[in-house]
């Protein structure tokens, strides 16, 4: 079975631009969540969806936001980027909504410039 | 809310060493908790996990029991390789609602000299 995708591996973008960074689950999976990662604050949870529908949000701002399709792809969307949003962006996927483990992609490594 | 304390890093080792790694958490619920392990330049990789009290995950000669006297899930390892060398995280996710947010440790690094 074919792991969690994640689209672009590598990005690159000026400051006040925006991106979408893609994320295709496992298979079955209908439960999508997205992570930030960098060396200062380590992993910290942006959002998750299930069945299209966003379940539950981190602290970060407006700026980021993401929707899930009906066959559970996920996209993420950071608007007016700034230089600290320079970071690893992991989306990790798991068979339901709950407490189960989750699977993680090899993450997008967005550098804003 | 939830956090997990990882220990200091980064810790180095020569092959064959014992390894542990502890990890506390707090939590308000029951949660579940896992080891996840990133290799360079990859995403995060699911390890082991103990989804209640005295449950013990193991893979690949990685154990780590549910105290939740004590709440901790420390990890250990017999004997390291050279192929150990990541960064290892710890995770809780709680166990109540549907919510599946893991809240991770800080991470640390593994570095076994041949």
């Known amino acids: 079975k074919a792991g969690v995708t994640q689209t672009p591996r590598y990005l690159i973008k000026t400051r006040g631009q925006q991106v979408t960074l893609s994320c295709s689950p496992i298979?079955?999976?209908?439960?999508v969540s997205w992570y930030q990662q960098t060396p200062g604050q380590g992993l910290q949870f942006l959002f998750e969806y299930f069945s299209e529908t966003q379940r539950n949000k981190g602290n970060f701002p407006g700026r980021f936001s993401g929707r899930q399709f009906s066959n559970s792809r996920s996209e993420m969307n950071v608007s007016t980027l700034e230089l600290g949003d320079s970071a690893l962006y992991l989306c990790?996927?798991?068979?339901?909504?709950?407490?189960?483990?989750?699977?993680f992609g090899p993450g997008t490594r967005l550098t804003v410039t | 809310g939830n956090s997990v304390t990882q220990m200091e890093g980064p810790v180095t080792l020569s092959e064959e060493a014992f390894l542990t790694i502890n990890c506390t958490y707090t939590?308000?619920?029951?949660?579940?908790l896992f080891w996840y392990v990133q290799y360079p330049g990859e995403g995060l990789q699911l390890l082991l996990k103990?989804?209640?009290?005295?449950d013990k995950g193991s893979n690949k000669g990685f154990e780590a029991t549910y105290r939740k006297e004590t709440t901790s899930f420390h990890l250990e390892k017999g004997s390291v390789q050279v192929s150990d060398s990541a960064v290892y995280f710890c995770?809780?996710?709680?166990?109540?609602?549907?919510?599946?947010?893991?809240?991770f440790g800080k991470g640390i690094t593994l570095s076994v000299r041949p």
């Open positions: 298979s079955g999976h209908r439960s």
């Open positions: 995770a809780l996710s709680e166990r109540t609602g549907a919510n599946s947010k893991l809240t």
């Open positions: 103990a989804t209640k009290a005295d």
């Open positions: 990790a996927s798991s068979l339901e909504a709950g407490p189960y483990e989750q699977y």
């Open positions: 939590a308000t619920g029951y949660p579940s």
